[in-house]
């Protein structure tokens, strides 16, 4: 265990070979410095692959599909239960040049997921990445919910994610479609998983 106070005096070369549990909790007299490397997108986005953004339509969904247009990607099928996007953000996209596939799925039903999955494989170019953004919002305090909405506001996250898991763990590199393994497969949620929410 190292102690989140000791972080700044190791290098991170020292820590790559192990694993290793980092305690949080720090003495309140002692402050704990953080330094956040901005990240490179060199390279994260290309022109000729697709990206596959599961439930953006959304504003958090929508923020990290103007972000990856910003950084060299083309090809955005964005799907949701209701889909319904900005035309702003349409007109924008068309802009830069981008394609712009908006489809309605359930990312809790593996079939439609499939359909969908399948049917960007065989029209458009590779899909180079995943973001998995699906959120059913029970905006209240968790002791005052029932266990069917606990459970409907987890299944879009967590069911949706194994689906997808699951169709993307299919993809076998083939002469037709080199490199149709993503790149990356990303889950998005709101910063209340980290920082906390009264409740």
């Known amino acids: 265990m190292i102690e989140a106070a000791a972080l700044s005096s190791i290098s991170a070369a020292s820590l790559s070979s192990k694993r290793y ?22 390279g994260l986005f290309r022109p ?15 923020s990290l599909c103007k972000w990856a247009l910003n950084n060299d990607a083309k090809h955005l099928v964005i799907t ?24 309605l799925i359930d990312v809790t039903s593996r079939e439609p997921v499939e359909g969908v999955v399948w049917q960007i494989r065989a029209t458009m170019p590779p899909i180079a990445g995943v973001a998995q953004c699906a959120m059913v919002l029970q905006d209240r305090l968790l002791l005052d919910m029932s266990s069917d ?3 409907g506001t987890l299944a879009a996250k967590v069911e949706g994610t194994e689906i997808l898991d699951f169709v ?6 083939s002469s037709a479609q080199q490199g149709d393994k993503p790149d990356f497969f990303v889950m ?12």
Not at 50 to 61: H, I, N, R, T, W
Not at 188 to 199: D, K, Q
């Open 188 to 199: 998005v949620s709101s910063s209340a998983s980290t920082v906390g929410n009264i409740g």
């Open 48 to 62: 000729d692959r697709m990206y596959f953004m599961v439930c953006a339509a959304g504003g958090l969904g929508l």
């Open 21 to 42: 549990i980092t305690n949080w909790q720090t003495d309140s007299s002692k402050s704990l410095f953080v330094t956040i490397p901005t990240l490179s997108t060199q």
């Open 168 to 173: 993307f763990s299919q993809f076998e590199p």
């Open 80 to 103: 949701s239960r209701n889909p319904s996007v900005d035309p702003i953000f349409l007109s924008d996209a068309q802009r830069l040049g981008a394609s712009i596939r908006v489809l």
């Open 149 to 151: 909405e606990l459970n």
